[in-house]
């Protein structure tokens, strides 16, 4: 039905970076992707501060995604890929809401 592949600390410590959300394409739109992203933030190690995701290429659907969840625009990286990210409240990040994430905070992506 699909994948979700994330690493932890990375790029810095606090982080949680989502490598991978991939819904099969006949499980498109059934909001698979929404329940996958709830799910991981209900289970977030402790100490984690902000989420990060990356879009691929020109793809507005994943960036209204990723925005839809919350995150806001990081970080350009096109034409390889754009970054989101979420601020996370570092009492409660099951609970928290996203804070103010400026453009650019993000070390260049690993390539």
Do not use: C, H
């Not at 592949?5 to 410590?13: A, G, S």
């Not at 006949?26 to 989420?51: F, W, Y």
């Amino acid at each position: 039905m699909g994948s979700l592949d994330y690493k932890l600390d990375f790029p810095e410590p606090g982080d949680l970076t989502i490598n991978l959300l991939l819904i099969t394409e006949g499980r498109q739109s059934q909001r698979l992707g929404e329940q996958a992203i709830r799910n991981l933030e209900t289970r977030l190690p402790r100490g984690t501060t902000r989420l990060l995701a990356s879009v691929l290429g020109d793809n507005p659907r994943g960036a209204r995604f990723w925005e839809r969840q919350g995150f806001t625009f990081t970080l350009d990286a096109r034409p390889v890929m754009s970054w989101y990210a979420k601020t996370l409240q570092p009492s409660s990040p099951a609970s928290s809401t996203p804070e103010d994430t400026s453009p650019g905070t993000l070390p260049e992506p690993p390539i």
